[in-house]
T-cell receptor
Framework: NAGVTQTPKFQVLKTGQSMTLQCAQD?????MSWYRQDPGMGLRLIHY???????DQGEVPNGYNVSRSTTEDFPLRLLSAAPSQTSVYFC?????????????FGPGTRLTVL | AQSVTQLGSHVSVSEGALVLLRCNYS??????LFWYVQYPNQGLQLLLK??????LVKGINGFEAEFKKSETSFHLTKPSAHMSDAAEYFC????????????FGKGTMLLVSP
């Protein structure tokens, strides 16, 4: 199993550009989440999904869109990038049955917005 | 609403010394508790977790943590620090029912000197 994969690893954008951060998992997990990590702030939840076709907002959703058309994939879209979105982004997944409460994290995407 | 407080953004120890990283939480229901470790430029790796049962939990790399309900704490310890333990450590909390998002503390950077 590859676990949780994220692409790209690094990205530089100009203000106003759009892009999609890709996330995929091969563990057949129902639950997937996107977090951003900023120095001194820990990880903050952007959006999450409890299954294909179902998404919801987290703590810091503004400026981001998500969709979940398959169990495996959960892309994060930046509609119009802003310097405040410079961050490291992590995707995570976990199972939905009892005893599968551990979230597994991808390696992250480091995004810089100029 | 849940919250996590990690005391000390940086903790410095000498190699061989006791490691103690503090975590206090706030939750309206008995929580699930997690410690994750992040090595430089990597994703998060689960160290240990408490869900139910024994309150002293052992994890990987010689770490352990004790859930103390009366103190709303889940401090992480290791008897003897190793240089390879230098990393950032995150405490996180979630509710046990259904899908519950993880709420993270701001993290503690562990520095280990020879």
């Amino acid at each position: 199993n590859a676990g949780v994969t994220q692409t790209p690893k690094f990205q530089v954008l100009k203000t106003g550009q759009s892009m999609t951060l890709q996330c995929a998992q091969d563990m057949n997990h129902e639950y997937m989440s996107w977090y951003r990590q900023d120095p001194g702030m820990g990880l903050r939840l952007i959006h999450y999904s409890v299954g294909a076709g179902i998404t919801d907002q987290g703590e810091v959703p503004n400026g981001y869109n998500v969709s979940r058309s398959t169990t495996e994939d959960f892309p994060l879209r930046l509609l119009s990038a802003a310097p405040s979105q410079t961050s490291v982004y992590f995707c995570a997944s976990r199972g939905s049955t009892a005893g599968t409460d551990t979230q597994y994290f991808g390696p992250g995407t480091r995004l810089t917005v100029l | 609403a849940q919250s996590v407080t990690q005391l000390g953004s940086h903790v410095s120890v000498s190699e061989g010394a006791l490691v103690l990283l503090r975590c206090n939480y706030s939750s309206s229901v008995p929580p699930y508790l997690f410690w994750y470790v992040q090595y430089p430029n990597q994703g998060l790796q689960l160290l240990l977790k408490y869900t139910t049962g024994a309150t002293l939990v052992k994890g990987i790399n010689g770490f352990e943590a004790e859930f103390k309900k009366s103190e709303t704490s889940f401090h992480l310890t290791k008897p003897s620090a190793h240089m390879s333990d230098a990393a950032e450590y995150f405490c996180a909390v979630s509710e046990p029912s259904g899908y519950s998002t993880l709420t993270f503390g701001k993290g503690t950077m562990l520095l280990v000197s020879p």
